[in-house]
């Protein structure tokens, strides 16, 4: 009798006669104690073999990307950051959102950073990669909030000078929810009990610290046992996440279109729509396609790939993820280079802020108390397109 291994599971083979035509000796009993933990390290040895051909060369691409995607993340809403602080810009109304925003991005690129750094074939800090994921989970909702945040802010701003301009009364100002505080109320249950049932040996193992819990591009044998409070917090993870991306996602649409009807209301009641309240009006039509087109290009292959992971895992195997997984690390690590540009430097409110405030004693000619009530109004007529 001997033992055979085919490298999944070791069975038993029993031996006929041998050539010298001695008898045959039928194994009656047989007594022996198989190391299981053993073989399942061999097993599991063999797994990574397995995957480290395929997949190695993808998570290193990946690797590359995220890296150098989240270099040019930091730059960009450093950049934002820098700026509103050099220039004392960080107490105005319609500055501190994109600063809240540019501040959350830059978190989150600093996450992508050193997840990148961490990300070696054979890390062992499992731990560390798990509570880092939950960490940039947090950093990415709280951005999808302040997203909407911002654009909330210039809606609302809007409409503030529509009721100012109507009735000349300013419009009821609406709380806003502290929106860092939601993320963490989401989160917190993961990093307890993934840390209580030790998750974090079955969802970082394949890919280590790279991007979000999204799952291996290439299944192997050795990952094949998942406790079932670790699959419960596998799908909450997800859900939240596609949760709160429609939540904004849809926001920035309804407040875009509604911000689009108040303008034409604004410029209708004062009687005259001339050629630049036309180009105004394009200029926001224009935004209400890139704003929500910025948040899904973003977003896009991360909501596809957590669209899979809920309805059938076995689709981003191979190919499709690997497809998927590389333009995640492009859009999703690019959101701080992509923010900067669309809410912050294209603006050309943000950009002419610093200069737009005009001091009495700087002026040539002091204006009467009279003359500053109306050289206002104008300037709130004016400024109206400033807020699209």
């Known amino acids: 009798m001997r ?34 933990s053993e073989w399942m390290h061999r097993v599991e040895e063999r797994g990574r073999n397995v995957m480290t051909q395929p997949a190695s060369c993808v998570y290193s691409i990946v690797r590359c990307i995220q890296m150098t ?20 810009l960080v107490r105005k109304p319609e500055v501190l959102p994109l600063f809240l925003l540019s501040l959350t991005d830059l978190l989150l690129a600093l ?44 809606y609302a701003g809007l409409s503030r000078k529509y009721y100012r301009r109507l009735n000349g009364l300013p419009a009821e100002s609406v709380l806003i929810s502290p929106y860092s505080l939601l993320p963490l109320m989401l989160t917190v249950p993961v990093f307890v009990a993934g840390n209580v049932f030790r998750c974090y040996t079955s969802f970082t193992q394949p890919y280590r610290c790279l991007l979000m819990h999204t799952g291996a591009v290439y299944l ?16 909450y993870c997800m859900a939240i996440f596609l949760a709160t991306f429609l939540l904004t996602f849809i926001g920035i649409m309804i ?109 040539q000619t002091p204006l009467l108390r009279s003359q500053k009530r109306n050289y206002a109004a104008l300037r709130s007529a004016a400024s109206l397109t400033n807020f699209v």
């Open 3 to 36: 033992i055979v291994s085919n490298g999944v599971q070791p069975y038993i083979v029993q031996t006929g006669v041998d050539t010298d035509g001695e008898t045959q000796e039928e194994v009656t009993t047989f007594r022996m104690k198989l190391d299981v």
């Open 69 to 88: 995607m989240a270099v040019l993340s930091i730059l960009g809403a450093g950049s934002i950051i820098a700026y509103a602080v050099y220039k004392r």
């Open 111 to 154: 996450s992508w950073m050193v997840g990148g750094l961490l990300f070696t074939q054979n890390c062992d800090a499992y731990d560390i990669c798990y509570n880092l994921h939950i960490v940039e989970q947090t950093l990415y909702m709280a951005s999808f909030f302040y997203t909407l945040h911002y654009v909330w802010v210039l």
């Open 220 to 235: 192997t044998s050795y990952v094949t046992t998942e406790v079932t409070a670790c699959i419960v917090i596998q799908k």
């Open 255 to 363: 407040l875009m279109c509604k911000a689009r009807s108040l303008y034409k209301r604004v410029v209708t009641s004062q009687g005259f729509f001339g050629d630049h309240h036309w180009a105004t009006l394009r200029l926001l039509e224009r935004r209400m396609l890139l704003y929500p087109s910025a948040f899904f290009f973003c977003w896009g292959p991360a909501i596809l790939l957590a669209t899979m992971m809920l309805v059938n895992p076995d689709v981003i195997e191979g190919g499709m993820g690997v497809v998927l997984y590389i333009l995640q690390a492009f859009t999703s690590a690019s959101q701080g280079l992509l923010n900067c540009l669309v809410y912050g430097w294209t603006q050309q409110h943000f950009r002419s802020l610093s200069s737009s405030t005009l001091r009495d004693a700087n002026t």
